[in-house]
């Protein structure tokens, strides 16, 4: 279940598997190039920072800050720092107050003149319950390599956990993109608010799970993000439009790797769904073992891949064609995208993913494009979720704080 990363920072390149579901890991292909401000030993040293703000009940106030001792050495041989946060955020379901905890990474050196711009980094799927957040753990649960990567590219990480992940009092609805949206926009308010000297300029960028939430604070930036200069948003193999997992799952045609990934959404729905009853979705094993399926990635999993494997179809086909409809209108509630986006989107997918099919990501470009979005998207042919090349991704979002202007491929397809 845990993932291997492996990492040469500051020579060529770096390469991060970060777990997706229970059952599949990707590996992340980003050169590294100069950063944006030099990092290097000889560095002057900066001057003291003015003291966080902490306090307030606005969304991305600071509710606390710890320094993360353990931090793995990705990056603290950078010379980087960590803290955990804990700041205010929204939730999608409710519209409710929330309170969410992250990881806040700051670049070693002396910043750029306007500080250090911010890339709020949405991280993959790690599991839907209150120890499953990054923050937690040295490695971030494999998040620390990218996290190294754009610190040494001269940003300032701001890394939500999610709503419901590493901070009891609350749930984590999965797939609520909504609320993931909220969750990344104000993770980098409160990264402002632990250090006040950054940007307020800053990018949206996540894989999987984590391109869902970066797709979503796109789309939420025009009604949310006030305060806060996004530049652009790339979201690499992007949750985006998961209605087609209601007929999959009736029609007993759901790959492996979309077993956890419903089962995830479920428990949410559950929650956020009190009318719904689980067990219209669930039988056998899928019913019987369902506690040990909902284990973070990694903590207490190790039995979790054997599990998946011994999982059948009919664990997770739908009573009825009433409950098999319920489902496809929940998760199309949670789609993206949701309203137009007011900057620039990257988006790159594959023929090849078993995990959030072509078309499924098709439907949700071709919605963005009609709603005039500029969007750049690139399908990458005979790749898939686990091995798709985003090389050009993070040259792309340091392109966006340069001012270039971005390709609009929906224009071009017209």
């Keep these: ?101 992250g990881t806040v990474v700051v670049p070693g050196g002396t910043a750029p003149e306007g500080g250090w711009p911010i890339v709020s980094y949405g991280h993959g799927t790690t599991g839907v319950l209150e120890a499953c957040g990054p923050s937690r753990y040295a490695n971030l649960l494999g998040s620390a390599p990218i996290v190294a990567a754009l610190a040494l590219n001269g940003f300032a990480v701001a890394m939500t956990d999610y709503q419901g992940l590493g901070l009891s009092g ?14 990344m926009i104000d993770a980098v308010r409160a990264a402002r608010n632990f250090m006040p000297t950054l940007s307020s300029r800053w990018s949206a960028y996540g894989v999987s799970l984590g391109g869902m939430a970066a797709w979503a604070a796109s789309d939420r930036n ?52 009190p009318e719904m009853n689980l067990d219209d979705y669930r039988s056998g094993l899928a019913r019987d073992r369902w506690d040990d399926f909902m284990e973070c990635v990694p903590p207490k999993s190790d039995d979790v891949p054997e599990l998946t494997t011994r999982l059948q179809p009919a664990d997770l ?78 040259p792309w979002v340091k392109s966006m704080f340069a001012g270039q202007r971005p390709v609009n491929t929906c224009e071009l397809n017209r």
Aim: aromatic residues 6%; negative net charge; charged residues 20%.
């Design 1 to 101: 279940m845990v993932g291997r990363f492996a990492a040469k920072v500051g020579v060529v390149l770096i390469v991060a598997s970060f777990s997706i579901s229970c059952s599949q890991q990707a590996p992340l292909v980003v050169p590294t190039g100069a950063p944006t401000a030099p990092v290097t030993a000889e560095a002057p040293v900066p001057e003291p920072a003015p003291p966080s703000n902490f306090g307030g009940s606005e969304p991305g106030s600071l509710i606390s800050a710890e320094p993360i001792e353990d931090i793995a050495v990705d990056i603290t041989e950078l010379g980087a720092t960590a803290t955990r946060v804990v700041y205010r955020s929204t939730s999608g379901v409710t519209g409710e107050p929330t309170e969410v905890s």
């Design 222 to 273: 025009g009604e949310y993000g006030g305060g806060l200069e996004l530049v652009g948003t790339a979201a690499m193999v992007p949750v985006s439009d998961m209605a087609g997992l209601a007929d999959a799952a009736a029609n007993e045609t759901l790959t492996r790797a979309q077993y956890p990934l419903l089962m995830y959404a479920l428990h949410g729905l559950a929650i956020t769904h």
């Design 317 to 394: 086909k739908p009573a009825s064609i009433e409950a098999t409809d319920r489902l496809r209108g929940y998760l199309a509630d949670m789609a993206l995208p949701q309203q137009r986006s007011t900057t620039p989107l990257l988006v790159m997918y594959g023929t090849e993913d078993d995990l959030i099919l072509e078309p499924w990501t098709e439907k949700a470009l071709k919605r963005a494009c009609d709603s005039g979005d500029i969007v750049e998207y690139e399908l990458h042919q005979g790749e898939g979720h686990g091995n798709l090349d985003s090389g050009r991704s993070l």
């Design 170 to 183: 609350s749930y984590h609805p999965y797939l609520d993109s909504k609320t993931f949206g909220y969750n």
